[in-house]
């Protein structure tokens, strides 16, 4: 079965997976031979939990160093699967950085890819004049303790809405650049910046991208209309600083009621485009 297929395999049962994992030592989710990757450990201890070959379909695919407390994959299984058992068991198999939180079976139409209707990140930074507290280390960003929050949230409020995000996006050969930014705003609480991220879905890099253009508004490097501007170049912007991995997490991934599934999965298929604009290429 691939990644394309919208339902399970004949006689087969379709399993979710919630997963969580510290990405510091991972080369990314996406499996790469002779690589330690989070696709790569789950795969591995599942196919010997379940005693049968385990392919696993994600919601979105992280980058090396990038963290999920909410990430999402499914796969298809013939075996007998008990779901609170497989928790248990794959808690012994898996190493401390990745862990399997739940265990559920959705219906057959459920793709943990095509059938999300959003998803959430977090990027976390520290104003504090001594950095990350050691035990954050792995997962927030140090900063400028003058950075002016106000202009950051201006700039924000400026990327909302659909786009094309190229200037902020690693060009994939054939991949559209037009996303729908549905939030970007920060909160603070005592030195921790925390940057709320969601779109329907987001490319190479994207995410980090529009922290690391928004933050050099903060820093007085950048105005929020500089930032705006972006939105009508058509290719990756040398301006553009990416933000450090390690301070952005997955957080959560929405999708639609049972009966929604199958209709979702074939829209997120289609070639979407700027109203206005051309020259996109297909998802």
Same mark, same amino acid.
């Given at each position: 079965?691939?990644?394309?297929?919208?339902?399970?395999?004949?006689?087969?049962?379709?399993?979710?997976?919630?997963?969580?994992?510290?990405?510091?030592?991972?080369?990314?989710?996406?499996?790469?031979?002779?690589?330690?990757?989070?696709?790569? /450990?789950? +795969?591995?201890?599942?196919?010997?939990?379940? !005693?049968?070959?385990?392919? &696993? *379909?994600?919601?979105?695919?992280? =980058? %090396?160093?990038?963290?999920?407390?909410?990430?999402?994959?499914?796969?298809?299984?013939?075996?007998?699967?008990?779901?609170?058992?497989?928790?248990?068991?794959?808690?012994?198999?898996?190493?401390?950085?990745?862990?399997?939180?739940?265990?559920?079976?959705?219906?057959?139409?459920?793709?943990?890819?095509?059938?999300?209707?959003?998803?959430?990140?977090?990027?976390?930074?520290?104003?504090?004049?001594?950095?990350?507290?050691?035990?954050?280390?792995?997962?927030?960003?140090?900063?400028?303790?003058?950075?002016?929050?106000?202009?950051?949230?201006?700039?924000?409020?400026?990327?909302?809405?659909?786009?094309?995000?190229?200037?902020?996006?690693?060009?994939?050969?054939?991949?559209?650049? /037009?996303? +729908?930014?549905?939030?970007?705003?920060?909160? !603070?609480?005592?030195?921790? &910046? *925390?940057?709320?991220?969601?779109? =329907? %879905?987001?490319?190479?890099?994207?995410?980090?991208?529009?922290?690391?253009?928004?933050?050099?508004?903060?820093?007085?490097?950048?105005?929020?209309?500089?930032?705006?501007?972006?939105?009508?170049?058509?290719?990756?912007?040398?301006?553009?600083?990416?933000?450090?991995?390690?301070?952005?997490?997955?957080?959560?991934?929405?999708?639609?009621?049972?009966?929604?599934?199958?209709?979702?999965?074939?829209?997120?298929?289609?070639?979407?485009?700027?109203?206005?604009?051309?020259?996109?290429?297909?998802?």
């Amino acid at each position: 079965m691939t990644v394309e297929d919208a339902g399970s395999e004949p006689g087969a049962v379709r399993v979710r997976l919630d997963i969580g994992y510290d990405g510091t030592d991972f080369i990314g989710w996406a499996r790469q031979p002779g690589l330690r990757t989070v696709q790569g /450990v789950l +795969e591995e201890s599942l196919s010997k939990v379940l !005693r049968e070959p385990v392919q &696993l *379909t994600v919601a979105g695919r992280t =980058d %090396a160093g990038v963290h999920a407390e909410g990430q999402v994959a499914h796969f298809d299984t013939r075996a007998e699967v008990d779901g609170p058992r497989l928790v248990h068991r794959l808690a012994r198999f898996l190493p401390k950085d990745v862990r399997v939180k739940a265990v559920s079976f959705p219906p057959s139409e459920f793709d943990a890819r095509f059938s999300a209707v959003r998803r959430h990140y977090a990027y976390r930074l520290t104003t504090a004049p001594y950095g990350a507290e050691p035990l954050q280390a792995r997962s927030v960003v140090a900063c400028r303790s003058d950075v002016d929050l106000d202009a950051m949230r201006a700039a924000s409020r400026e990327l909302l809405g659909l786009h094309d995000f190229a200037a902020f996006c690693r060009r994939r050969e054939g991949a559209t650049t /037009v996303r +729908e930014l549905q939030r970007f705003d920060w909160e !603070r609480a005592g030195d921790l &910046l *925390t940057a709320h991220v969601s779109a =329907d %879905a987001f490319c190479w890099s994207m995410v980090r991208s529009l922290v690391g253009a928004v933050l050099a508004v903060g820093e007085g490097r950048r105005s929020p209309e500089w930032v705006a501007g972006l939105l009508l170049e058509r290719e990756r912007s040398s301006a553009v600083t990416v933000a450090p991995a390690h301070g952005l997490s997955l957080v959560a991934v929405d999708y639609p009621p049972a009966a929604e599934l199958a209709a979702r999965n074939a829209r997120t298929r289609e070639v979407r485009t700027v109203p206005g604009a051309e020259g996109c290429c297909g998802s």
